[in-house]
């Protein structure tokens, strides 16, 4: 890690933690596992999350953050409209990887009966759909920390083609760290770590989210082309939200 980074680091307040922008510079082109390292160290294990949709590319990120702190809080949103195997991948990443505080949340009931009582709020209005199922249910899980990481790569391209190593994301710091990552060397994390795939990976989901909303794509296509395919939608809304 470099001087500058772990100056930037040098004991945080409680109300004081290094800007996004610092820390961006310094972790520019660090390792995945030196940006997770310096997250922890920024803001402790206690006040640290990483979000995981368990989904096809996940167990690269997670096998990375379990080899710095398999302790570090991960934070799973269960739609209620996740496909069967990706519940099952979860579970099975975390025996795996010996991860001990994944927390899966869930939309609140109330909101789903007022909202969407037929459930076709996903056809209807999915950016409706995607706020209540993932946006407010990350929120209220996010409320008891100050910064966290996610899995977004650069080379998925959209609103990720230019994501920064850290940013600001309202009053929390989120880390990036496989922002600079290829999809090659991901593919290197799996095949040395012997990872399992995602179950759905071998019938040509290229990205896997919620049931309705996730087709399959082409080798050829964009990574996240299964993704509400047919829409102007790219985007759940949990990266274009600002948590607060």
């Known amino acids: 890690m470099s001087n500058l980074a ?64 398999p302790a570090v809080p991960v934070i799973f949103l269960d739609t209620g409209w996740l496909f069967e195997e990706t519940l099952a991948y979860r579970d099975t990443l975390i025996a795996t990887l010996g991860l001990s505080d994944v927390r899966s949340i869930k939309p609140q009931e109330a909101t789903l009966s007022s909202e969407d009582p037929d459930r076709e709020l996903w056809f209807s209005d999915p950016d409706a759909c995607c706020r209540i199922r993932k946006v ?14 996610n899995g977004r790569k650069r080379f998925q391209g959209g609103l990720r083609a230019e994501i920064p190593v850290v940013e600001h994301d309202g009053i929390r710091l989120k880390f ?11 593919e290197a994390i799996y ?33 996240r082309a299964g993704r509400w395919r047919g829409r102007a939608k790219t985007e759940c809304g949990i990266h274009t939200v600002k948590t607060s």
């Open 176 to 186: 990036n760290p496989f922002a600079n990552v290829s999809r090659e060397e991901i």
């Open 136 to 149: 407010e249910p990350l929120a209220r899980a996010l409320a008891p920390f100050r910064a966290w990481i």
């Open 191 to 223: 095949a040395r770590a012997n990872l399992p795939p995602h179950p759905l990976a071998a019938s040509g989901y290229l990205s896997v989210g919620c049931m309705p909303c996730t087709n399959r794509a082409s080798a050829d296509e964009d990574a």
């Open 6 to 69: 772990q100056q930037a680091l040098a004991e945080p307040t409680a109300r004081e933690l290094p800007s996004a922008q610092e820390l961006d510079r310094a972790l520019r082109a660090a390792s995945p596992a030196e940006v997770i390292a310096t997250a922890l160290q920024t803001v402790g294990r206690e006040r640290l999350a990483l979000v995981s949709s368990f989904g096809t590319e996940s167990a690269a990120l997670l096998k990375v953050m379990a080899e710095v702190d």
